[in-house]
């Protein structure tokens, strides 16, 4: 019952404001009391390495190579640390990080999860993520082909039990939402359709729960030319 338009639209509005992020955190945009928004200090290097690899994700990208976004990552990332701006991780293997304090909670706050308060929030909540989730399944659907010719995606249901599942036991785990998530277009991009791609990427997550210290050159200048492009 949404019109194709405001598919369209949600789509286009998540992939501005995740751009936006990408700008905030390169430093490139910053706060401004008098206009909301101004340009941050180029001369500082931690903006200048995210411009940096801004420019070399482009360029790999228009020359088709595959896995620009990553390769550009880790180019900026390796300018980072010869820069100084990125640190070298002290730790490959580190613990796995405890979710006492997030999973405990839920059993806290069951007692008020009935009050009129918290029903409002759940209400946003649902509305928030559903649109998100449909917006973003439907951009990702244009590009792979599942959407018909009546702009309708292909086994959507499944789509979308898959996606609030993962909304359900990512929030009693204590993380954010775990929702569906616009950044799989750059896999459409270089080819990846079965959901094959999905697999190996939680695989890959699932191992660097052991590996999290590596996670320390991956700083906001270098994620932010990801999520720009």
Same mark, same amino acid.
């Given at each position: 019952s949404i019109p194709t338009s405001l598919k369209h639209a949600v789509g286009t509005g998540i992939g501005f404001f995740i751009a936006f992020l990408g700008f905030q955190n390169a430093g490139i945009i910053? #706060? #401004?009391?008098?206009?909301l928004v101004g340009l941050g200090d180029f001369t500082d290097f931690s903006v200048l390495i995210?411009?940096?690899?801004?420019?070399?994700?482009?360029?790999?990208?228009?020359r088709k190579i595959p896995a620009a976004i990553f390769i550009g990552m880790v180019i900026t990332a390796i300018i980072g640390i010869f820069l100084g701006v990125?640190?070298?991780?002290?730790? /490959?293997i580190a613990p796995i990080p405890s979710i006492s304090q997030t999973f405990g909670a839920l059993f806290e706050a069951?007692?008020?999860?009935?009050s009129k308060d918290i029903i409002l929030v759940i209400f946003s909540f649902l509305f928030i993520d559903f649109f998100d989730t449909a917006?973003?399944?439907?951009?990702?659907?244009?590009?792979?082909?599942?959407? #018909?010719?009546?702009?309708?995606? *292909?086994?959507?249901n499944k789509?979308? *039990?898959?996606?609030?599942?993962?909304t359900v036991i990512g929030a009693i785990l204590g993380t954010s939402s775990t929702t569906s998530y616009v950044e799989s277009l750059a896999g459409v991009e270089v080819g990846a359709k079965t959901g094959l791609a999905s697999v190996f990427t939680s695989i890959f997550f699932l191992l660097m729960l052991f590996?999290?210290?590596?996670?320390? /050159?991956v700083t906001p200048s270098v994620t932010a030319p990801a999520l720009i492009t």
């Open positions: 910053v #706060n #401004n009391d008098s206009t995210a411009i940096i690899g801004l420019v070399i994700t482009l360029i790999l990208m228009v990125v640190d070298l991780p002290q730790q /490959v069951l007692p008020t999860i009935f917006g973003t399944l439907m951009a990702v659907g244009f590009r792979a082909g599942f959407v #018909n010719e009546k702009g309708e995606l *292909l086994r959507a789509a979308l *039990l898959a996606d609030s599942t993962a590996c999290s210290g590596l996670l320390t /050159v």
